[in-house]
């Protein structure tokens, strides 16, 4: 058993006659959980087509699988086409619950969900938002650190995801700029990463890494705090077992935060409760302790995942106006880069492209959201779909651009399917055989975009991208 003794001799005090059942769970094989793109696909059609023997996670998430065989799903022409990503089942649950109660709890004015993911990378709970709100609205995914936002962008792009604003700045300066005005905020904290050992094996952890995580996680959902609107839902989110981060953070959230409530969430087989009995009378009042027991907690002996907690909490409809930022963002939709794009678009592409959310910018021309929010002097990592960029004068569509389609938005296609040798050589960046027009085509497997070829003469040239091309035995 890979954890350490200090943890392992906590958590035996915590649980007791459980203990021996959450002991021998850290010792199982880690479990792989795949999660199907509904941007792209249902799961049921998924379910007909995949090449992964899967069993469903259960019906909190019904687009969610466990792998059962020794497949390898990372490394599958599907994965790159982006109908599924690779997440465990715990931290399924988070999205699934928030959305749940955002349903639950429509706009008055009804109009379309601004969610934010506060910190987002690598991307698998924010692309579950994507799919859950049906790319609908605004999803504004942030992450503080440079290179861990990138790579939060790169898995949205395979996502397909259109509506997306993708920040790479601190929480308290998106509270700053934007204020109160997000529908649903989810807060996954930092923390001391106890839910992981048996997915990574040991890492550094300590009592002291777990009182510093928890001091950080304060802040940070305090920031989350200023940016839910009156009657918005915040989801606060570990993968940990402490209770340092979990029951009394939140516990510390409300004796600060009277104008929050924590929720009562939809219960499925293998949800645990919170512990109120896990937070001292220094902390919050033993009248109002009863109601931590209202947050889930996964504990692997119990739930078919890794340890998880979540505390779904509600801002009180009063006090605050409701107002979405004054500024929009006004997109330059009438330089040359614009109509080079229109040109390539009535050429390659059936789609319709609405011009007053097309945005120019250092060359590159992208789709906006509508009702854009400026983003002001937040550093911004991505905006909408990029569509592609304009070098002298001609057009070359991103990579972006042709996961977010499907065959019926492409005027040229060429499409193989998922085990043939023309997809794997494609994928390497080989160029191939390919009859018919010369232009742009959208490369495909089975009918799902994958990248670009450029026909000439019968032969596809590659343009998939050289950084994420594949080496083949």
Not at 158 to 181: E, K, M, T, Y
Not at 209 to 233: E, K, N
Not at 337 to 366: M, S
């Amino acid at each position: 058993m890979s954890a350490p003794p200090d943890f392992l001799h906590k958590m035996q005090r915590l649980l007791g006659a459980e203990y021996a059942a959450f002991a021998a769970s850290l010792a199982e094989p880690q479990r792989v959980g795949l999660r199907v793109n509904t941007l792209k696909l249902s799961a049921a059609d998924f379910s007909r087509i995949s090449p992964f023997t899967l069993t469903a996670v259960g019906p909190y998430e019904p687009a969610g699988f466990l792998v059962t065989d020794e497949s390898r799903p990372g490394r599958h022409p599907y994965h790159a086409a982006g109908l599924y990503y690779l997440q465990e089942p715990a931290a399924m649950v988070v999205g699934a619950a928030l959305v749940a109660m955002l349903r639950a709890r429509r706009r008055a004015d009804g109009g379309p969900p601004w969610a934010l993911d506060l910190a987002a990378a690598p991307g698998g709970k924010a692309t579950h938002l994507a799919a859950l709100l049906g790319d609908a609205g605004l999803l504004v995914a942030n992450d503080v650190h440079r290179g861990r936002a990138q790579i939060l962008a790169e898995n949205l792009e395979r996502w397909g995801a259109r509506q997306a604003l993708i920040l790479n700045d601190a929480p308290a300066r998106l509270a700053d700029h934007f204020g109160p005005v997000f529908d649903a905020v989810l807060l996954d904290a930092p923390c001391s990463g106890e839910g992981l050992f048996r997915r990574r094996g040991a890492f550094d952890w300590s009592n002291e890494i777990v009182a510093a995580c928890a001091r950080r996680q304060d802040g940070i959902l305090d920031a989350a705090a200023r940016l839910t609107r009156p009657g918005g839902l915040l989801a606060y989110a570990t993968c940990t077992f402490a209770p340092e981060e979990n029951e009394q953070v939140i516990a510390r959230f409300l004796a600060a935060q009277p104008d929050f409530s924590l929720l009562e969430p939809p219960r499925y087989p293998g949800f645990g409760h919170g512990q109120p009995e896990w937070v001292g009378e220094d902390v919050l009042p033993a009248a109002q302790r009863p109601f931590l027991a209202r947050a889930i907690r996964l504990w692997p002996h119990r739930f078919a995942g890794e340890g998880h907690f979540i505390a779904l909490l509600q801002r009180e409809e009063q006090g605050l106006e409701m107002k979405r930022p004054v500024r929009f963002f006004k997109p330059d939709r009438s330089s040359a880069e614009i109509n080079v794009w229109r040109d390539f678009a009535a050429r390659f592409l059936g789609a319709e492209w609405p011009a007053e959310r097309l945005h120019a910018a250092n060359g590159q021309v992208y789709l906006l959201p509508p009702d854009a929010p400026d983003a002001g002097t937040l550093r911004l990592a991505r905006y909408g779909l990029l569509l592609g960029a304009v070098r002298k004068g001609v057009f070359y569509p991103a990579h972006t651009l042709a996961l977010a389609l499907t065959p019926a938005h492409a005027r040229l296609t060429a499409d193989w399917p998922a085990d043939s040798l023309e997809i794997q050589r494609y994928l390497a960046g080989h160029s191939l055989p390919s009859p018919g027009p010369d232009g742009w085509a959208l490369v495909t497997v089975d009918g799902f975009g994958l990248g670009w070829g450029k026909r000439v003469n019968g032969r596809l040239k590659n343009h998939y991208p050289r950084g994420l091309r594949w080496n083949l035995p």
